[in-house]
């Protein structure tokens, strides 16, 4: 950066960097360091590990499906219209953002708890949803969306209607214009929220705690499992850490590479 | 489908201005519709193409009708057969070239597609950039692609806006001349919203000048800038249009031979097929014989054809034997004694002569 | 913009002020003491400290395993009080705990629902079909629910297993899920169900079962204020605390 930046102005901005680069990158280090990586990978073999990682694969899979398929039109609805009461629809949809997630699990339980009408009638046909798999599905979807869909909304908006106009007169109706120009145009940010998403979900912790409870194979994630283990097994609490940490490394390195060769223009 | 006329009649409300126009354009011919941004020009081209639905409105193309508020009759946008190209392209950027073209063909076969889009294209020359990218493009190659997808599907009704207001001088002329072709090669009706009233003049057989949402009035060229019916239209039908063959002069001007007879003198242009524009107020006239001694270079004898009055200007419609306009202070006319048929030199510097290549 | 700035500074260090869990007092003079306790605990500390007169305490709960945990990383907490002595020993033995004494004493019992529970005694849990939820392996309730169920003997202690849904890192997970009615009965704390306010129903183990609980304090080898801890746990033992415990439902030693 070529600026009059000289002499302490200079020092300064490099002090900052240095300390929020160590910041941010120390503990993360830290898990990889902290024992020799053929504990970590034998601590990884065992058998609650496994389920734990195949149960996160599962349900946050699951999630992103559900996520992707009802929130990329949704998104694509409230983009593109104009009318009264958008705003606080959009601030709704935002709302689980800033919610805590011992919060989102109440409220989960509030929703469809066992004790809710809601509830009931899902087990009556059932589909049995606390202290289940589907349950922790419901809890990182309800997490989750709000980050896509934020996300969504924003990308679909920036597409220049023309466009839209474009493929119109050419004879694709509303449906078509969605599939074939809108979301390839917007595909960047749909893909960097589903990103946004996907790393939410995985984390996800105390709503899918509250909400489904805590069970090998069937609801305890890796979140959980490392939560689990901390206490009584440091080194297996480690090697699933490490494992989030890769898996978050390679989200974060795909979108970036999905965005940077993109130009989209006239 | 047999094409046939396109016929307006729509009233809707814009913003603040209402805009309330009816038009007919015959099939083969092209309507501009020129006027100052805000006037509603490009409304009218969505209002046709489907994309703004007016309050009240009857728009027919050939034997469909498309719009009939009154019978509740609106054909969504994607089943008008209209090839819309719009000022900033609105090509696909993550389609090559061809595949823009062929996103238009969807109802040919799948084999078909890509052969048909890749021979239009190369009917633009532009065979050799079929798999670009629009990014990859230039101005003038984008507005070829968008052309050509616009003409993809053989629409029944051609919407061209500002075709060439996005491309740098240079590349107008040549795009203008290909739009010319293209435009008479259609043979269906076109609508085409232009700012510049040169522009309406070289490519449009009627030029409808709009203000606030109106038709302020519909003729060709010539007539408008001969007689305007209002001062709005007279500020608007600014330059007259010549044609003629350039060559280098002495001194480095350029020489004008105008067709059908005349001599002009430019400070630049290059040789060849150019049209030339002088702006009316820019013309002064003078009794025959009466020789000026001033610093014009130009010098035409013309004929009078018509003198309109508009508040305090005069316009006087001139033959030379191109048409020329002129215009002048009331007094001046009444002074001169100009009255149709009878004969003036009218003349204008060398530096407002303004030459283009056609 | 340099007020902005301070003003920002200013901000900054007040947040990373202490917010703690619940204090007591709020008198400068008074020493702070950081506590950690068995969630189980909760109620009755938090109802002591309010009128502790000695120091401001900050209680922090969670499952004694974790806090135990943070304990052995270094953590600066004065005073550890955890749900078994098997935790309070093992950091004494690591050298991170003065002696530890045992403070007080719980029942575990099997909770259900207060309103139309489906279980409604210990044989009923060994029936297919009952959703049970205990504590994780490692958490003194996880681990004494487990000895209990061994004292069975090995048919029935594997038919409730078999019945977990879920193995909660804290009792109060447990009584949640039995409060919204996720589960048919869960195994938590006498002085849980006391808590819960009526939520819940407590079914008594037969002794024979050694359904009790000791919980054991002692004072962290790296508190700041030794004597101020030591007087704490003392408190626990014959004080002010000790009768809220009691109060709460938990028993003497």
Redesign the interface.
């Known amino acids: 950066m070529r600026t009059a930046a000289g002499g302490w102005f200079a020092v300064l901005l490099t002090v900052a960097l240095a300390a929020a680069l160590t910041f941010l990158t120390l503990p993360i280090v830290a898990i990889f360091a902290q024992q020799p990586p053929g504990e970590l990978i034998s601590a990884l073999g065992e058998e609650g590990a496994l389920d734990a990682l195949w149960l996160s694969l599962r349900t946050t899979a699951a999630a992103l499906v559900l996520i992707l398929l009802v929130g990329t039109p949704a998104a694509y609805g409230i983009a593109l219209r104009r009318f009264r009461g958008r705003a606080l629809l959009i601030t709704l949809v935002e709302l689980p953002l800033v919610l805590p997630p011992a919060v989102a699990g109440i409220a989960l339980?509030a929703a469809v708890?066992?004790?809710t009408l809601l509830g009931r009638a899902a087990q009556d046909a059932g589909l049995q949803l606390?202290?289940a798999t589907a349950g922790v599905v419901v809890a990182l979807t309800f997490v989750a969306a709000p980050f896509y869909l934020r996300q969504a909304i924003a990308s679909f908006e920036a597409i220049?209607p023309?466009?839209l106009?474009?493929?119109?007169?050419?004879?694709?109706?509303?449906a078509?214009t969605f599939w074939?120009?809108a979301i390839?145009?917007a595909?960047p940010g749909l893909v960097a929220g589903t990103a946004l998403a996907l790393g939410r979900a995985l984390g996800e912790f105390g709503a899918t705690?509250?909400f489904a409870?805590?069970?090998?194979g069937?609801?305890?994630t890796v979140p959980l499992a490392i939560?689990?283990r901390?206490?009584?097994d440091?080194t297996a609490a480690l090697a699933l850490s490490a494992v989030l940490v890769a898996v978050s490394a390679a989200i974060l390195l795909s979108v970036k590479l999905v965005r940077g060769p993109d130009?989209?223009?006239? | 489908m047999s094409p046939g006329g396109l016929s307006m009649d729509v009233r809707t409300q814009l913003g603040e201005v209402e805009l309330d126009v009816a038009l007919d354009v015959a099939p083969g011919e092209c309507l501009a519709l020129a006027g100052p941004s805000g006037a509603g020009k490009t409304s009218v081209l969505r209002a046709v193409a489907g994309l703004l639905a007016p309050v009240r409105g009857r728009i027919t193309c050939g034997q469909e009708v498309w719009l009939d508020t009154a019978r509740g009759v609106t054909l969504p946008a994607e089943r008008r057969r209209c090839g819309y190209l719009f000022q900033e392209y609105a090509l696909f950027g993550h389609l090559s070239a061809w595949r823009n073209v062929a996103y238009a063909l969807h109802e040919s076969p799948r084999a078909a597609r890509e052969p048909r889009a890749r021979a239009l294209l190369e009917s633009f020359a532009l065979g050799d950039r079929a798999d670009a990218r629009p990014a990859t493009l230039s101005g003038g190659e984008r507005q070829r692609v968008a052309l050509a997808r616009a003409l993809a599907r053989r629409p029944a009704a051609l919407l061209l806006d500002e075709p060439l207001s996005a491309l740098d001088a240079r590349t107008r002329a040549a795009a203008s001349r290909e739009l010319g072709a293209v435009i008479r090669d259609a043979a269906v009706p076109v609508l085409l919203v232009t700012h510049d009233f040169a522009e309406a003049a070289l490519l449009a057989d009627r030029i409808a000048v709009m203000d606030q949402g109106s038709v302020v009035q519909q003729g060709t060229a010539s007539a408008l800038a001969a007689e305007p019916a209002s001062a709005f239209v007279a500020d608007f039908s600014g330059a007259v249009v010549l044609t003629g063959e350039a060559r280098r002069g002495e001194e480095g001007v350029i020489m004008v031979a105008l067709d059908g007879g005349g001599e002009l003198t430019a400070l630049d242009g290059a040789p060849g097929a150019v049209a030339v524009s002088v702006y009316p107020w820019e013309i002064a006239l003078a009794r025959p014989g009466e020789s000026m001694h001033d610093s014009a270079r130009n010098h035409l004898d013309v004929e009078v054809v018509s003198v309109t009055t508009v508040g305090p200007r005069v316009r006087v419609g001139l033959a030379a034997p191109q048409p020329l306009i002129a215009e002048l202070s009331a007094t001046s006319v009444r002074e001169l004694g100009l009255a149709p048929g009878g004969r003036a030199v009218a003349s204008f510097k060398a530096a407002a002569t303004r030459v283009l290549p056609r | 913009m340099t007020r902005a700035l301070a003003l920002a500074g200013l901000l900054a260090l007040v947040g990373c002020g202490d917010d703690g869990a619940i204090s007591g007092g709020g008198d400068a003079d008074k020493p702070e003491l950081v506590v950690s306790a068995a969630s189980s605990l909760k109620e009755a500390l938090t109802a002591c400290a309010k009128d502790y007169p000695d120091a401001t305490l900050r209680l922090q709960f969670a499952g004694s395993d974790e806090l135990a945990a943070q304990i052995r990383q270094g953590v600066p907490v004065d005073v550890f009080a955890g749900a078994n002595t098997k935790l309070p020993d093992v950091l004494a033995q690591e050298g991170k705990l003065k002696q530890p004494v045992v403070f007080a004493s719980n029942e575990l019992v099997l909770a259900v629902p207060a309103d139309g529970a489906k279980v409604g005694s210990l044989d009923a849990l060994e029936r297919p079909g009952v959703t049970l939820v205990v504590g994780a392996e490692g958490v003194p309730v996880g681990d004494y629910t487990r000895a209990v169920l061994e004292r069975l003997g090995p048919r029935k202690s594997k038919a409730v297993l078999a019945n977990v849904r879920s193995n909660e890192p804290d009792v109060k997970g447990i009584v949640g899920k039995l409060a919204q009615g996720a589960a048919d009965a869960g195994f938590v704390y006498a002085s849980d169900v006391k808590a819960a306010s009526g939520e819940l129903r407590a079914i008594e183990l037969p002794a024979v079962l050694e359904p009790t609980a000791t919980y054991g304090a002692g004072v962290v080898e790296a508190a700041k204020r030794p004597d101020a801890a030591e007087a704490f746990v003392d408190d626990l033992l014959a004080g002010g605390c000790h009768d809220a415990l009691l109060a709460a439902g938990f028993g003497d030693p």
């Open positions: 339980l708890g066992p004790a606390t202290l220049d023309t466009l106009d474009a493929s119109r007169t050419l004879g694709a109706a509303p078509r074939r120009v390839p145009t595909l705690l509250m409870g805590s069970f090998q069937v609801t305890q939560y689990d901390f206490a009584t440091f130009a989209v223009a006239r």
